[in-house]
């Protein structure tokens, strides 16, 4: 139909046979490249109701398409508990990550955590940490800090996460210790890019092992001749760090 409203409603109707019905199904998955938003979005929302790893192909096809809308984002995040591995592959193959998608990789990296689906997320981890190698992204550190943040509430540290996870998990989230390090190592050096070493300050503080080093080095980034985006990084993650020192770590560094 050509009104777009007919083609947004038909495919909400659509949703109880789109498992059972081939030819509906594949009409629905034509969709996608429809012109109007609201139709795409629709779309998004309905194939949730998919258990099959075309929805998932489809959703993260959705995603780059509209890779800074963020109500489209949250579709496919809502969308995806049949299909987030294949989401979070089909993604993790775009030449370029940055803004909605990795917002949407952590997203899918948090609901996988809180919802028990661990083979999605340990396959989620090693995929993002597999692409660690010496010429580190900035959307690496903020996918991991992302995902790591939000399991705050939870746990107080990333020790604790650990050792509240089964070994296969634990294995996983062991990977990321080196991340650690080469996050503390590029947010030290002033020759690198300033958004690569902003990313990389979130990571800071999350080893309970580490925690004072990193508070001395997250204070020292308030000093006045960095810029606004790495300090901001540093208030942020100085404000989720629970250590005694805190405060007069910080105080030294201004005196």
Known sequence: DQHPEIRRHAVRLSEPWLNDNDALRTAVLALLD??????????????????????????????????????????????????????????????????????????????????????????????????????VEAWQFEVIADFLDGTDFQFSSFDELRQASSPRMSAALGKLIDVFDSARELVGDEQQAEQLRTHAARLLGHQQGMMRDDLIQLATLLLPRYAAALQNAAIETLGRCHHQDLPGVVLREWS
């Not at 949250?74 to 193959?93: C, H, P, R």
Request: glycine share 8%; no cysteine.
């Open 34 to 135: 429809d012109p109007e938003p609201r139709v795409r979005m629709q779309l998004a929302y309905s194939l949730g109701e998919l258990r099959d790893p075309a929805a998932g192909v489809a959703l993260s096809q959705l995603a780059v398409a509209d890779a800074n809308d963020q109500y489209m984002e949250a579709a496919i995040t809502s969308s995806a508990v049949f299909n987030a591995g294949v989401i979070l592959g089909e993604l993790l193959e775009q030449n370029e990550l940055k803004g909605g998608l990795t917002r949407l990789i952590s997203n899918l990296l948090r609901q996988a955590h809180d919802g028990g689906n661990e083979a999605v997320l340990v396959a989620g981890l090693d995929r993002v940490i597999a692409e660690h190698h010496a010429e």
